[in-house]
C-alpha cells in the first residue's frame, strides 16, 4: 500500500513526539522541521519532470533544510531511500549515504553512520529491513544486509550481513548476540489506521 506524503509526515511525527502532527510544532521545533522537509523534499526528488516554479521552490526549501542539517551536524540528503516511521531521538551526528536502502520504523540515534568500504565500490551500500534500532555511535559499513527487526548495539561496527530477522547484533566487529529477539515499534497511528 503506497502512503501519501501527508501520510508518511504523520507517521514520521507520531513515532518522533508521541502526538498526533501538530502545525504549531513545525514553527517551534527544528527537529519537526528537519523531518517533515526532509519528506518534502524526498518527494520532489522523486518527481521526474519539474516546471520551473517548483525548482525554485524546491532549491529554497533545500537551502534551509541544507541549514538544518548543518546546526544538527547530520548528512541525510533527501535522494535518500528511507520509508515511513523514521525516528531521530537525537539527530546528532549522523552521516547516511544517499544509496543507502532503509525500511519502514528505523531508529537511529546519535553519531550513527551508515557509508560504503571503497574498496568494495562506491555504490555498494547497506540495505536495511523494516524496524530496526540504530544503537550510539554505530559503524554500518556496506554492502551489507540486515534483517527486519534487528537491534543493533550502540559502538558496534557492521561490515557483514545479517539477513535473519529478529536478532541483536553488537561488537566491533558487529556479531550475532541473540536470535529470536522481540522489538516493539511504537507507532499507535499504524494500529489505529489498520483497525
Not at 502512503?3 to 504549531?24: A, M, Q
Not at 521552490?57 to 533527501?78: A, D, G, M, S
Not at 537525537?90 to 547516511?96: A, D, T
Amino acid at each position: 500500500m503506497k502512503l501519501s506524503l501527508k501520510e508518511i509526515i504523520k507517521i514520521d511525527y507520531y513515532r518522533n513526539f508521541g502526538t498526533e502532527f501538530k502545525v504549531i510544532k513545525f514553527f517551534f521545533n527544528k527537529k519537526a522541521r528537519l523531518l517533515i522537509l526532509f519528506r518534502i523534499l524526498q518527494c520532489f526528488y522523486k518527481i521526474k519532470k519539474i516546471n520551473f516554479l517548483l525548482k525554485i521552490v524546491r532549491k529554497v526549501l533545500r537551502l534551509y533544510y541544507n541549514k538544518l542539517q548543518f546546526e544538527f551536524k547530520i548528512e541525510i540528503l533527501p535522494e535518500t531511500q528511507i520509508k515511513e516511521g523514521l525516528y531521530l531521538p537525537h539527530p546528532q551526528n549522523i552521516i547516511i549515504n544517499p544509496n543507502t536502502i532503509i525500511g519502514k520504523n528505523c531508529t537511529i540515534l546519535q553519531d550513527v553512520t551508515i557509508g560504503n568500504n571503497n574498496y568494495k565500490g562506491l555504490n555498494n551500500l547497506a540495505i536495511l529491513g523494516d524496524s530496526i534500532s540504530i544503537g550510539a555511535g554505530t559503524k554500518i559499513i556496506g554492502p551489507v544486509i540486515i534483517g527486519s527487526n534487528t537491534i543493533i548495539g550502540a559502538n558496534s561496527v557492521v561490515v557483514k550481513s545479517f539477513e535473519n530477522p529478529n536478532q541483536i547484533i553488537a561488537g566491533n566487529p558487529a556479531k550475532l548476540i541473540r536470535k529470536e529477539a522481540n522489538m516493539y515499534v511504537h507507532n499507535q497511528y499504524l494500529r489505529e489506521k489498520n483497525e
